[in-house]
């Protein structure tokens, strides 16, 4: 596709659910990121994913979060028993070709967890 | 572990004055730099990189050198817009042919009137 695409754009649910939040990145990008942005904070690095492989999830608050990626394309961030302080922006991210340090970022997910 | 410090904001300033949006970082080895803007209802984009030190980063008429003795990457503009209203983050990330996690500052707001 054109660029980084993200579903769904708003999310509202209830403490204790568990929610699923999907990213599709540019096509031919190898490398997929997940980061949190809380409201008036910078971005917090989650889950970092090479092909279907994730060298680095040190990022994962706990152990309620989980992601995958198959087919070295679409990626889905998993969160258990979601808790209010949940609540937040996710951002996916993409990179790959003759700039693989440079990530192009979709729109964003904004969980609201009542 | 990495970690990057910029000025709070929010910065607010009239058409036509000059900007610095100062940033210092820490980190092991020899990260790129970026700066990243957001603006308002938009994702989050690449604004300038710059890969090794003293290597100047510039588009859209904004400019960041790559200081490694005073670990800093200010962001710089000449003459700014109302156009330039956004949040500016500043990043530090993996080589240039890596790909890997990028670690944000908080991002300063920035704010131009007519």
């Known amino acids: 596709g054109a660029g980084v695409s993200q579903s769904p754009s708003n999310k509202v649910t209830e403490k204790g659910k568990d929610v699923e939040l999907r990213c599709d990145p540019i096509s031919g990008h190898t490398a997929l990121y997940w980061y949190r942005q809380s409201l008036g904070q910078g971005l917090e690095f989650l889950i970092y994913f090479q092909g279907n492989s994730a060298p680095d999830k040190s990022g994962l608050p706990s152990d309620r979060f989980s992601a995958e990626r198959t087919g070295g394309s679409v990626s889905t961030l998993t969160i258990q028993r979601t808790q209010q302080e949940d609540s937040a922006v996710y951002l996916c991210?993409?990179?790959?070709?003759?700039?693989?340090?440079?990530?192009?970022f979709g729109p964003g997910t904004r969980l609201t967890v009542t | 572990g990495d970690s990057v410090t910029q000025m709070e904001g929010p910065v607010t300033l009239s058409e036509e004055a000059f900007l610095t949006i100062n940033c210092t970082y820490t980190?092991?080895?020899?990260?790129?730099l970026f700066w990243y803007v957001q603006y308002p209802g938009e994702g989050l984009q690449l604004l300038l990189k710059a890969t090794k030190a003293d290597d100047k980063g510039s588009n859209k008429g904004f400019e960041a050198t790559y200081r490694k003795e005073t670990t800093s990457f200010h962001l710089e503009k000449g003459s700014v817009q109302v156009s330039d209203s956004a949040v500016y983050f500043c990043?530090?990330?993996?080589?240039?042919?890596?790909?890997?996690?990028?670690?944000f500052g908080d991002g300063t707001t920035l704010t131009v009137k007519p």
């Open positions: 980190a092991t080895g020899y990260p790129s």
């Open positions: 990043a530090l990330g993996p080589l240039n042919t890596n790909a890997g996690k990028s670690t």
């Open positions: 991210a993409s990179s790959g070709g003759q700039s693989p340090n440079e990530q192009y």
